[in-house]
Nanobody, 118 residues
Framework: QVQLVESGGGLVQAGGSLRLSCAASGSIFSIHRMGWYRQGPGKQRELVAI???????IYADSVKGRFTISRDNDKNTVSLQMNSLKPEDTALYYCYAQQVFRGLNNYWGQGTQVTVSS
């Protein structure tokens, strides 16, 4: 099992910045993907950014150029620097990790709330 704990959410004005962090613990090995999803009010959960173990990244089109993901494999952490925040970025942000071990095992954090006021 892998446990994920997020921190860093909060309330910020439009145009501001926040940094989310996620720490993984437990049976941490063969973590292939690690990153962030979000779920806004009345919306489905969507991918925000993912970093693969080899360093490649994927970003949602809506956050490209504004958000930056960074992963530290030695410390088993992943962070999301969010700049130029918009009200539409308001959501519950979930840390995500995919472990490759006897198949694919997906793990989620409890979520951290980000609220952007206009």
């Amino acid at each position: 099992q892998v446990q994920l704990v997020e921190s860093g959410g909060g309330l910020v004005q439009a145009g501001g910045s926040l940094r989310l962090s996620c720490a993984a613990s437990g049976s941490i090995f063969s973590i292939h993907r690690m990153g962030w999803y979000r779920q806004g009010p009345g919306k489905q959960r969507e991918l925000v950014a993912i970093e693969f173990s080899g360093g490649d990244t994927i970003y949602a089109d809506s956050v490209k150029g504004r958000f930056t993901i960074s992963r530290d494999n030695d410390k088993n952490t992943v962070s999301l620097q969010m700049n130029s925040l918009k009200p539409e970025d308001t959501a519950l942000y979930y840390c995500y990790a995919q472990q490759v071990f006897r198949g694919l095992n997906n793990y989620w954090g409890q979520g951290t709330q980000v609220t952007v006021s206009s």
